[in-house]
């Protein structure tokens, strides 16, 4: 039974609680807005990786990247993608059974015609009031399932996280 951590908009930030989250899975799928190359490098350290480009994927080596993905796990076919408003195919006419995006921070699982549809939300610096998680997908030949997992952040790793989007906000001003 392969299966499949899935993450997404890290924004460069790889917390020891998302690493500890994605041990174990057979492969990881990263649905764009990465950050850094180091992140890539850490996370197939983990599991073979697979990862799309996001639109804050502007620097140079992010051209690497493809804007889709996608593959077979059994009999599943998985389309992979940063913002599902760019989604150019019908999955269902496509033959995909699951499509995999990021973009918004909000982990969602969906059923559409026959299609699961799955946004891990976002690893990465939190957003308004939305959770910090990945998700995790799993095949069995031709019958697939997903959950998303909400990581918990102690009080000493939250309050260090605000510090350091403080920080980046009033750099930015």
């Known amino acids: ?79 992979v993608l940063h913002d599902l408003q760019q989604l150019r195919l019908d999955p269902r006419e496509a033959g995909f059974q699951v499509v995999i995006s990021g973009h918004s921070h909000r982990p969602t699982i969906e059923q559409r015609d026959d299609v699961l549809y799955v946004n891990p939300g976002s690893a990465g610096p939190r957003r308004f009031n939305l959770p910090i998680s990945i998700a995790e997908l799993r095949v069995v030949g031709a019958a697939v399932s997903a959950k998303i997992i909400e990581l918990q952040l102690d009080a000493v790793a939250a309050a260090r996280t605000r510090r350091v989007r403080d920080a980046r906000t009033a750099a930015h001003r």
């Open 1 to 79: 039974m392969p299966r499949i951590g899935l993450i997404s908009d890290t924004h460069n930030l790889l917390r020891p609680q998302v690493l500890a989250a994605l041990h174990g899975y057979d492969q990881l799928i990263h649905a764009g807005d990465i950050g850094k190359r180091g992140v890539l490098e850490t996370l197939s350290a983990l599991a073979p990786l697979i990862a799309v480009r996001g639109n804050n994927d502007t620097d140079q080596w992010t051209e690497e990247l493809p804007a889709t993905a996608n593959l077979r796990v059994d009999e599943i076919r998985i389309h």
